[in-house]
């Protein structure tokens, strides 16, 4: 059974958003100052009272006001009488408070081997050259069952590689000192933006994102995004990592009668800028499959021109606010964005578009057959929910009460790659005794090859030494066994992300 349609703007008539069409995808649009937040203010608390978990980026620091009841702006109230909202009632949400520097919320954390090589390429600018480098540390990791969790586990094993990388060469490639070094400072670079808080355990849990509270309300998942948008490729790297996540994490539900979460990309472009071919291509891809997993994504953004084509095209639910033409381009960007709605014989829509008043959009929504709707020229109805900011106290207090209160906030460094290859460099007898220089002092043999992959230590009861192999598998048994049903076996094994991101799936 479908849920009741979610009504966010009037015209002449309501005009209301299907709950069953909402995995469709949809688009905020318009100029700065037009309104764009509120729009997406009010269908967030709309899918939060159906019981819908939602997730959105704060990028401005206005958006915290979603968690009190509002109404109380003079603006608010005479738009509710101008649009005859008899049934208005003010009203906050219940909202989970997110910050990956853990000071405006719970902190976000993922691993290095979630994050994955193409990812975190992009995250660090690589060419292609040191983006492939990057996949040989991943790979030479992972056959050698050494965890990337932090930074420093991905310092070491890119050390090490470097040191040894004559080594690899026939397997996988040349590994040049210039690139290994160019990845070093560029994650230099990238811890001093904060990523050191970034890349940690514990990592975040998806289940926690897709939570109701005791009333049945879907929680507001709320990034606090305005220090992270100092560094707008970090910002639109995360967004992407989740969505990523939650593709893999999520089971196929086909069309259900509502979504399961709706996630909300605000600043778009971000993420389309510059982007590489191979990663759009993926983008593409998540946006296209993931409405079977019943996640429905809304990016919200200044210009449809922001998005690309081939993704524009899977967003049927459209809200477009005001467009300012000052130029020659500014006016194809006007008509481009008016041919891309349904038309409306009784409306002149590339007119509309530059008259639209704050709060006022062109609207048009997909029908019960999945078709779009006529476009409509309407007023936005005004959120339940306060507009604006809220206090520390407020917040803390929120944070307090939270369902992942504690959960989060201590972080954990567990043994990973940074700690065994120091170990076996510690517990190594000299190079001459284990012939071939670094690598032969942690895997044994001479410097021919990996061949023979022993770590030297003493046994009890003359027990011979446990090969690399069997070290690597008792490592990944124990690090599973003491960590069913969390995040923390699901580091070493790629699943569908793998191939799609290079990134660690979750299990």
């Known amino acids: 059974m479908s849920a009741e349609p979610i009504l966010f703007a009037k015209s002449k008539?309501?005009?209301?958003?299907?709950?069953?069409?909402?995995?469709?995808?949809?688009?905020?649009?318009?100029?700065?100052?037009?309104?764009?937040?509120?729009?997406?203010?009010?269908?967030?608390?709309?899918?939060s009272a159906m019981g819908v978990p939602v997730f959105l980026a704060d990028v401005k620091g206005d958006l915290a006001g979603i968690s009190q009841p509002g109404g109380q702006s003079p603006k608010v109230q005479e738009r509710v009488r101008q649009l005859k909202l008899d049934g208005y009632t003010p009203g906050g949400c219940p909202v989970t408070f997110w910050d990956v520097f853990g000071e405006k919320g719970h902190p976000i954390r993922a691993t290095i081997s979630e994050m994955g090589p193409l990812l975190l390429a992009r995250l660090l600018q690589l060419n292609d050259t040191q983006a492939g480098v990057l996949n040989i540390v991943f790979h030479v990791a992972d056959e050698n069952g050494l965890l990337l969790l932090d930074l420093k586990d991905l310092r070491a094993m890119l050390q090490y590689v470097g040191d040894n990388a004559a080594q690899f060469t026939t397997k996988y490639g040349n590994i040049s000192p210039a690139s290994i070094g160019a990845i070093q400072?560029?994650?230099?670079?990238?811890?001093?933006?904060?990523?050191?808080?970034?890349?940690?355990?514990?990592?975040?849990?998806?289940?926690?994102?897709?939570?109701?509270?005791?009333?049945?309300?879907?929680?507001?998942?709320?990034?606090?995004?305005?220090?992270?948008?100092?560094?707008?490729?970090?910002?639109?790297?995360?967004?992407?990592?989740?969505?990523?996540?939650l593709f893999e994490r999520l089971p196929e539900v086909g069309d259900p009668p509502k979504p399961k979460l709706v996630f909300f990309f605000d600043e778009a472009h971000l993420l389309f800028n510059e982007i590489e071919p191979a990663l759009l291509e993926k983008i593409e891809q998540i946006v296209r499959l993931v409405r079977s997993k019943g996640v429905g994504i809304f990016f919200v953004t200044q210009n449809p021109r922001d998005v690309p084509d081939n993704v524009l095209g899977q967003l049927g639910n459209r809200v477009q606010h005001a467009l300012r033409a000052f130029t020659p381009r500014d006016q194809k960007a006007v008509q481009a964005a008016a041919d891309t709605f349904r038309a409306n014989p009784k409306l002149k829509t590339t007119e509309a578009l530059m008259e639209l008043g704050v709060g006022e959009a062109l609207v048009s929504c997909l029908d019960e057959n999945g078709q779009p709707q006529v476009v409509e020229r309407a007023f936005i109805i005004p959120p339940r929910s306060q507009l604006g900011p809220i206090t520390p106290q407020q917040r803390q207090q929120i944070m307090a009460n939270s369902i992942v209160a504690g959960v989060y906030d201590k972080v954990v460094d567990r043994e990973s790659a940074y700690e065994k290859l120091n170990q076996a460099v510690q517990q190594a007898p000299p190079p001459?005794?284990?012939?071939?220089?670094?690598?032969?002092?942690?895997?044994?043999?001479?410097?021919?090859?990996?061949?023979?992959?022993?770590?030297?230590?003493?046994?009890?009861?003359?027990?011979?030494?446990?090969?690399?192999?069997?070290?690597?598998?008792?490592?990944?048994?124990?690090?599973?066994?003491?960590?069913?049903?969390?995040?923390?076996?699901?580091?070493?094994?790629?699943?569908?992300?793998?191939?799609?991101?290079?990134?660690?799936?979750?299990?």
């Open 185 to 245: 400072r560029n994650l230099l670079a990238l811890e001093s933006q904060g990523a050191d808080k970034y890349f940690a355990e514990p990592a975040l849990n998806l289940d926690d994102f897709i939570q109701t509270d005791a009333n049945g309300r879907g929680i507001i998942n709320l990034l606090a995004a305005d220090r992270l948008m100092q560094s707008p490729r970090v910002y639109a790297t995360l967004l992407l990592w989740l969505l990523s996540e």
């Open 13 to 47: 008539t309501d005009i209301c958003l299907l709950p069953e069409m909402s995995n469709r995808h949809g688009l905020i649009a318009g100029a700065t100052g037009t309104g764009k937040t509120v729009t997406l203010q009010v269908l967030a608390e709309s899918f």
């Open 432 to 507: 001459a005794a284990a012939g071939g220089g670094f690598w032969g002092a942690i895997f044994g043999g001479d410097s021919s090859g990996p061949a023979p992959m022993t770590i030297p230590r003493t046994s009890p009861g003359g027990r011979q030494p446990d090969s690399m192999a069997t070290i690597a598998t008792k490592s990944v048994v124990r690090s599973v066994s003491s960590a069913i049903g969390s995040s923390l076996g699901r580091q070493v094994i790629r699943g569908l992300m793998g191939s799609l991101f290079g990134g660690g799936r979750r299990r």
